[in-house]
């Protein structure tokens, strides 16, 4: 592919050559490649329409290149330069194990997200959210506190039949026992 | 592969305040500017127009509407490049900041080339006869070596040259001759352009002139043309004919009556093909037309203010004048070059380029004229006219089709003051009302939003609606302090006030130019609301220094005092001055020179007995310091206060001497405001945080640029330096690393960016600074009842440092280093890294925390103070970019401003072009949001509402219906 781009730089002096890759849904209006010399200096240059860049006169020594593009993110690259100006060995600057070919062949890492992505609609989240938590919590307030709810004539009745049976708990007859029993009568 | 794991390691999602896309655009704005036009040239087929300005911009603007089709920014920000337009290839070929680069006409760089020197270069393409094979060919001239390149593809066409004698303050191409000479000199050189195509060792003629020459010069295919020194003469020199070259001048008087009597300053010659256009400043006009080595005046146009370049328009070769703005009416005028004919003229409203302008006086500075077919075969033109304030307007068919203000691409300072409480002072700027139909409907489409059921329409709907219904844009004070006046000092010489609500312009002032402020300070602001803020402008160079007052709600000048001095620093005093309801600010204005043995000149202002006695009083009196005239030297000077008007005697207190050159020196803002001078460990251990106010931070190391030796033996190495004594209280040294170094105090943080040499990449290091004085005792209670138990700190008496710092990888490369700023400085605290990619990375504090523990499992401990492991590399999450998914063009400066919530700040950013942003750097703890949905609330409570009636009604009917049972 390299080869064919007609990219090979042979072994001119001093000059770093590669070739910016971009997604088909973004342009190159942003593209910049930056490149930190050993000297501490910054070099910058753009690219051309086929992504494909030129830096000349690149000093020797350990260099940073440092693509950019808005709305991509790209690993930097360490650039050895030898004595002869000629690029030595390119890596990655995080992992030197990662040798690059020379001429550079850049291709995006990520696309950069500046906004975080609204998840789409979700029952689950729409629930743990306040609002959902808040209808929950009425709905249950709504729904299941009546049926806990025990009518004044249902309990003295219910009180009435518990002395007739003479039931082991009913010395404990609370509401909690109340609601429990009320739940087989409203399945009637 | 392995570079997506890396990354998806390096970006965590813990990201303090991201945005949802949807809510881009409602608490930020952006505006995209190129700077002020230096050059202008009309697309051959698309309806365009490229230019090059004065802030190192190339770009190519749409005709239609005004708006950047593409833009590159070149290396050196901030000169107007050398420009040349190569017809035969649709290129433009620039020279700026030592490089050349060839840009096609659709924003592709074609080719880079270095220039062997960072200077100013011409860059022109050879004009040769026809016969010569010299097409596509450019020169490249720059401190008298010229290079001749193909402009398609940058090979060399000949050897480069060496001419001394070309190394001159003025390079002009003529007739396909270089003309180099000084300013206010006789002696010009000639040298073929040809010949240097040709590689023959140049032919250089030296040529005497008459009279001393001005830069006021022009060269074309009728010869080299300048304006003589004493502004008397013109003279031309004719080229390419037989015989030697000789200077003909004429004087000025007689050649153009009507010219000569107006002030020479501001003389402007054009080349054209059959002479010359002579424009006069804002007076007049003269077409010349050139003939046996005589210039002929063949018509004078008394009104025109400028001229543009020729251009071809159907058949004739016409330059265009314009004339105005008089009245209401600025005129274009097409003129023949060969004759002086007027072939067509149109009229222009100048109304709508006023409110434009804001009311800022309408110069022409540049005028580019273009030719094109109207649909009834005719030709017309459309003229690109660049005012001097900075307006850029498109003119065509007698309308202003667009027209731009570039002047806020060139701000320099900003400041944020405080809006009118009630509306009257800048009434009749609110915007319309909305009825309750459309709060409803915005409400409707937020909770659509929110729950991802729109459609891309409304999401779109629901943007414009929020910008209508938003009271962001009130030219009033709000309770949480949100709203403010953005004052902005731009490089046109205009002092303009934005609303930070949408970038609007409130009003603006222009300045005349030979007395345009270069400072903006505070001044006076009051408690009262009745009363406006005041500012200061303050211009340094001497003669011609002043200070003025302007009130900041009407751009009304309150006062105005010149100095009779130069200024070459201003120190504030930290405290300002309590006058009644008033707080004055109080300045220091230092004029120094940098010589050996210079003692600065200092003074008050206001210099009166109440600032004197404040200056006097303050708890601690400022220390002035900079670097020496000797490299890698710092000077301390110690202030006394005199009686009013006696000024400020300096004394030279200490000097430290460094190893190596000053990378960047750093010092805390002495108004930061600090909540709490402990830091509470979670075994509950206090630590002292160290404030000491006087700390300098200064960075020592390589110079920039300078070569490594074979041994990599560099070092930068960081001082803490007590600018009261110059003692240095701590330092310490990185080896293998070199600059460029950025770097900032907050608090008791120092953090500063270097560069490591032997991985290549960038480091942060981070070092915070405790006092270790040995038992110090602090207690709640003191704190709360007792607050003289502090103890005091004196720079006399220097209390020991504990210094904790740790190093990290950055794949952020920083050109500048700013902090987050919040009303009581409870707010946690991000680190605004200026990008060299022109953006601006909100780093959280507790990312480069020193204490960040090496290890993966945290203790309880740990969790509790918020540490988070250690990872040799910062994180980097494009959701912390601050200016979010915008690049700000030519980024020079950051300002950040408090507002009364605790939670927010506000930034704007300024370079080329402008972006402003509200930042909560540890979320809005304190308020809702400004788009919270209510919608959605009172949606849940109604719908609560009745299913509590319809249930109730329910259980009534079922209960019934058992009892019966």
Redesign the interface.
Known sequence: MLGLLGLVSGHESGVIRGRVFVPANIN???T?I?L?T?????L??????EGA?????V?S????L?P?N??L?Y??V??EVNRKGVVSRAA????RN?VLNIPLALRP??E??????????DVWS?IKSP?GL??VF??FA??VF?RLKM?PEDYKEMQETMKVGGGPGGAAGGGAIGGGQQAPRLR? | M???I??AIAVFAL?AA???????GAYDWYKQHIGIVSSAQFHPSKPRVCVTTEQSVVACLNLRDGSIA?R?PL?ALGAAPSVAYVESLNSLVTASGGYL?AF?L?????????LPTQTAALVAEVQGKATEKVSGAILAVQAGAVQVLDAADASQLSKPHQLKGLAKDNVVTANGYLVAYNTGSKSVLLASAASFVAGDAAAEVAVEAPLGLSASAAGGPAGFAAISDDGSSLCVLQLGGTGDAAFSCQRLDALVPDLSATSPLGRKLIATSAGFVLVGGDAGAAVLAAGDGQLKLLRFFAAATAASAEATVGDDAAVGLVEGPSGDKLRLLVVSVSSGEVLQEEDFPAAALRRAAHGAPLQPSLVALGAFRKKDKSWGVRALVVFRCGLTALLQQGVVVWSRDESLATIGQTLFVDLPANGTALKGDAGAKADINTRIRYQVLGAK?????NTPAEAAELLELRGLLSDKNTPTRDVNGFRKLLLALTGTGALTALHNGDGRVLWSRTFPPDAVPMRLLQWRSYHDITHAPEVLLLREAHPGAYVAAINAHTGEELWKQPLPHGVSRVVPVPAPLIEGSAVQSVYLLVDHTPAPGAVPVVTLLPDTQASQAHFASSQRSPYLFWEGSQPGTLQGFSLEAGAAGAGIAARLAWQVALPDSVLALATRDPTEPIQSSVKVLSDRTIKYKYLNPNLLFVATG?A?????DGDDSTAVTAHLVDTVTGRVLYSQSHAGA???VTAVVSENLVLYHF?D??????VACAMELYDATPGREFSVLDYLFNPNSTQPVSSLTPTPIEAVSQSY?S?I?PTGLAVTRTEQGITAKQLLVIT??DQVYALDRRWVDPRRPKKQKLTQDEMEEGLTPYQD?LP?S??S?AT??K?VLGLRGVAVEPTRLESTCLMFVHGVDLFYTRLAPAKGFDSLEDDFNYA??IA?LV??SV??VV??YM?KQA?LAWKW?
């Open positions: 190159h209006s942003t910049t930056i930190h050993s000297t501490g200096e910054e910058r240059t753009f690219v051309n329409a860049f030129a830096f000349h006169d000093p020594g350990v260099h940073l440092q950019f808005l709305h993110v690993p930097e360490r650039l990655l600057s995080h992992n990662m890492a990520m950069a997200g500046y906004y975080e992505k609204r998840k789409p609609f729409f609002y808040m209808i009425s709905l709504i729904i009546p009518d009637q | 392995h570079v997506q890396f990354l990201v991201a945005r949802f896309e949807d809510q881009a593409w590159k290396q680069h096609d659709e924003g592709g760089l074609k080719w880079q080339r270095k939003v929110q729950l991802k059921l390589l920039n640029g300078a070569a490594l070199r600059g460029p560069r040499v032997e991985s290549g990449r960038f990888f794949r490369v060299n990619t590399t980097f494009p959701l970019f979010l998914d690049q959605l609330l849940a719908a609560l299913g509590a249930m109730n259980t209960q049972k």
